[in-house]
């Protein structure tokens, strides 16, 4: 599993109009080729009627799946651009498909490459990229007494707070970082002079939305 990695933050769909052309950009996580080509017949399939449904993807811990498709527009012009814009932002399992309603402009080779890249790009700024960062959920178990002392410095501290659940004893759920779990232990049982109990839960992705890679096409 990847410590961290970049894609878009949900499944969504953006317009723009270039000489007189519709370009909508419709952007979901995928997971595998099969999820990707899934996607792309959805879109074909609600938008039958368009000029082209080009489409892009790329898949996988180390981006070994990577796909660009045409779609019926000059070799090179429309899949191409798209996938070049997700390589740039560093996305993964990303899927993205334009579909284009033919305005009555040609826009020439140039001017498709922008006009699909610049698609694919405003997407992604109107939809959001999130930052996926491995986290182990700590549990931490401790007397009441102690309830509002940790509650409190962990919402001061750096890490993030999943959930509390009170039962017989209070019971915390964090998100930590796996190179910070020993310092993270170390931490509660000082705050707690040792009446603090951590065990290490599940490994999950924490998301936070990115807004630094924007760019334009």
């Given amino acids: 599993m990847l410590h961290s990695y970049l894609t878009v933050k ?11 052309s519709r370009f ?55 899949g191409v651009p798209m996938l070049e814009v997700l390589k740039k932002r560093g996305l993964k399992d990303t899927c993205a498909v334009v579909t284009r309603y033919f305005g009555g402009i040609k826009l020439g080779a ?9 698609s694919v790009s405003e997407g992604l700024n109107h939809i959001g990229v999130v930052e996926r960062k491995l986290m182990r959920i700590m549990h931490t178990s401790v007397d009441y007494t102690w309830l509002g002392k940790v509650e ?8 993030q707070l999943k959930e509390i659940h009170y039962a017989e004893h209070v019971e915390f759920e964090t998100y930590v970082e796996e190179k910070e779990k020993q310092a993270f232990s170390e931490w509660i049982t000082d705050l707690t002079n040792g009446k603090g109990d951590n065990t290490e839960g599940d490994l999950t992705y924490l998301e936070k939305v990115v807004n630094h890679l924007k760019e334009t096409e």
């Fill in 10 to 20: 949900e499944a969504g769909e953006h317009e723009i109009v270039i000489e007189k």
């Fill in 24 to 78: 909508i950009c419709h952007l979901s996580r995928v997971s595998s080729e099969k999820e990707a080509q899934e996607f792309i017949q959805d879109i074909k399939k609600q938008h039958w009627n368009a000029t082209h449904n080009c489409s892009a993807y790329m898949i996988g811990e180390t981006d070994h799946i990577q796909k660009a498709n045409d779609d019926g527009e000059p070799s090179g012009t429309a």
């Fill in 110 to 118: 140039g001017g498709l490459i922008r006009a699909y890249g610049k």
């Fill in 152 to 159: 409190n410095e962990l919402r001061e501290s750096p890490y």
